[in-house]
């Protein structure tokens, strides 16, 4: 059985963990947030990981060197999972530029019952991040590079 870990990082890392059964079907098995530090993500060795690449944009509200701190999470998390596939997905690729509670709002919408479940229970600050998380995983089983992997 395949697994997909997507990873939505920063100070409240959100990480989404998939099973991909015979029939291809992905299956949300896990959601939670973790602090980058956490012992919690020795748990997790999943043969691919799709990891949200901060990118800097023209007029974007962020600041540089936020994105820069972002940025050495993001290979802080390439190199746990260096035996594992490693793809990085800029914000922009998968989401566009719809707000974060829109945003959340899209992705919870098209949870099943039994995926809600699994995101319902988790802190309401962070939450966000997890959710993020799901959205990164379940858009990554759409595109064309995640055939030649399943």
């Not at 920063?10 to 015979?22: E, K, R, S, Y």
């Not at 594992?84 to 099943?112: N, Q, Y």
Request: some cysteine.
């Amino acid at each position: 059985m395949t697994t997909l870990l997507a990873i939505d990082p920063g100070a409240a890392t959100g990480v989404a963990l998939f099973f991909i059964g015979p029939d291809c079907a992905p299956v949300l098995v896990n959601a939670n947030v973790f602090a980058p530090d956490d012992v919690g993500w020795a748990r997790y060795m999943p043969d691919i990981v799709v990891i949200e690449d901060p990118q800097i944009y023209p007029h974007a509200k962020a600041r540089p060197n936020d994105i820069l701190t972002l940025a050495k999470l993001v290979g802080r998390y390439q190199e746990r999972f260096k035996n594992c596939r490693v793809r990085l997905v800029h914000p922009h690729e998968w989401k566009g530029s719809v707000s974060g509670d829109i945003m959340v709002a899209r992705i919870e919408s098209a949870l099943t019952p039994a995926e809600m479940k699994i995101v319902e229970g988790l802190p309401k600050g962070t939450k966000h991040n997890a959710v993020d998380a799901v959205g990164l995983g379940k858009w990554s089983f759409r595109q064309p590079w995640m055939r030649g992997v399943l």
